[in-house]
Nanobody, 128 residues
Framework: QLQLVESGGGLVQPGGSLRLSCAASGFTLDYYAIGWFRQAPGKEREGVSCISSGGGSTKYTDSVKGRFTISRDNAKNAAYLQMNSLKPEDTAVYYC?????????????????????WGQGTQVTVSS
């Protein structure tokens, strides 16, 4: 069974940090770029960041640049999103997704319809 599972979400105060993990089972992430998306209540799913299959290329949406860092460890078949200086507007369900490495990262990064596999999501709440 091909599966992505996110973990690491929770409740954090403004200015705090969380590290989200995305673990793959049933397939190897080596052949896939990874994207992180988020969806707040009443809003559309938003692309946050993406990383190429080898980890050499990353992209971030403007609202998280300088605060979030995406990474991956193909030996562990996992990807991560380190989130620092969190703000209340970062509150959302966060999803990881995988897209074939044959796709151009610059084109697919923020396009949820382009991704092949999705996790179930993990809730991140930033509140005092």
């Amino acid at each position: 069974q091909l599966q992505l599972v996110e973990s690491g979400g929770g409740l954090v105060q403004p200015g705090g940090s969380l590290r989200l993990s995305c673990a793959a089972s049933g397939f190897t992430l080596d052949y896939y770029a990874i994207g992180w998306f988020r969806q707040a209540p009443g809003k559309e799913r938003e692309g946050v960041s993406c990383i190429s299959s080898g980890g050499g290329s990353t992209k971030y949406t403007d609202s998280v640049k300088g605060r979030f860092t995406i990474s991956r460890d193909n030996a562990k078949n996992a990807a991560y999103l380190q989130m620092n200086s969190l703000k209340p507007e970062d509150t959302a369900v966060y999803y990881c997704a995988a897209v074939s490495r044959s796709r151009l990262l610059g084109y697919v990064c923020y396009e949820p319809d382009e991704y092949d596999y999705w996790g179930q999501g993990t809730q991140v709440t930033v509140s005092s």
